[in-house]
C-alpha cells in the first residue's frame, strides 16, 4: 500500500511555465519535505513542513515555493522552471520529534523534464 | 560542517563475496545514522539505522564515532542486492537529512 503518493510520475512542463506537483500522505505524519534529485547525484533537501511552519533551505532558490493545506497534502510549485530545474522530485514524510522513530518515507517521486 | 561521504560511486561484486560500503561523516552533535536503498524502479527506502543496531537482509552497520565512520557491511552479496545505497545523516531534531552522493552496488553471478 502506498503510504506517500506523489502525482503525477512524469510531467513535463515547457521553459518559463509554472508547474506544481502533488504529494499526500496516509501516514498523518507531522513532517513533509521535498527533495530535488538530479542524476547520479543525492537528494537534495528544497523545504520541509513540521504541521503548518514552513522551513527553507538556505540555497533554495525562490523560484521553488511550497504549500501545505492540510496534514494529508503538500504541493512543489515551480513558477519559472528552467532547464536546469529538470530532475526528479522526490515527497518524503515523518513522525517528527521522536528521535527513535523519526524515518523518512518516501513516494515514487515525479520526473519533471522542461521543454 | 555537517557532511556525508561515500567515497565509491560503484562496487561491483560476485555473488556470495563479501560487501562493504563506506560511509564517512562531519557532524558536531550526536549523530544519528541511517544507510537507505533504493532498487531498480522502486523508492527510496530506509535499510537500516545505528540506533537500531540490527541486521536487515543481511546487512549491518557500526557506527563507529572515534572514526566517524558507518560502514555498511553484508558477508555474502546476493543479486538482489544491486541497488543504489545512500548513506544519510540526521541534522536537526525534525529528522531532517543529509544524504551522502550513493553507492551503486552491483552483484554479479
Known amino acids: 500500500d502506498a503510504m506517500v503518493i506523489q502525482n503525477p510520475r512524469y510531467q513535463v512542463t515547457q521553459f518559463g511555465k509554472p508547474v506544481t506537483l502533488s504529494c499526500s500522505q496516509t501516514l498523518n505524519h507531522n513532517v513533509m519535505y521535498w527533495y530535488q534529485q538530479k542524476s547520479s547525484q543525492a537528494p537534495k533537501l528544497l523545504f520541509h513542513?513540521?504541521?503548518?511552519?514552513?522551513?527553507n533551505e538556505a540555497d533554495t532558490p525562490d523560484n521553488f515555493q511550497s504549500r501545505r493545506p492540510n496534514t494529508s497534502f503538500c504541493f512543489l510549485d515551480i513558477r519559472s522552471p528552467g532547464l536546469g530545474d529538470a530532475a526528479m522530485y522526490l515527497c518524503?514524510?515523518?513522525?517528527?520529534?521522536?528521535?527513535?522513530?523519526?524515518?523518512?518515507?518516501f513516494g515514487a517521486g515525479t520526473r519533471l523534464s522542461v521543454l | 560542517a555537517q557532511r556525508v561521504t561515500q567515497p565509491e560511486k560503484l562496487l561491483s561484486v560476485f555473488k556470495g563475496a563479501p560487501v562493504e560500503l563506506k560511509c564517512n561523516y562531519s557532524?558536531?552533535?550526536?549523530?544519528?545514522l541511517f544507510w537507505y536503498v533504493q532498487y531498480s524502479r522502486q523508492r527510496l527506502q530506509l535499510l537500516l539505522r545505528h540506533i537500531s543496531r540490527e541486521s536487515i537482509k543481511g546487512f549491518t552497520a557500526d557506527l563507529n564515532k572515534g572514526e566517524t565512520s558507518f560502514h555498511l557491511k553484508k558477508p555474502f552479496a546476493q543479486e538482489e542486492d544491486s541497488a543504489m545505497y545512500y548513506c544519510a545523516l540526521r541534522t536537526d531534531s525534525w529528522g531532517k537529512l543529509q544524504f551522502g552522493a550513493g553507492t551503486q552496488v552491483v552483484v554479479t553471478p
Open positions: 518524503a514524510t515523518s513522525r517528527g520529534g521522536d528521535p527513535v522513530e523519526n524515518i523518512q518515507y
Open positions: 513542513y513540521y504541521d503548518k511552519d514552513f522551513n
Open positions: 557532524y558536531s552533535g550526536s549523530p544519528e
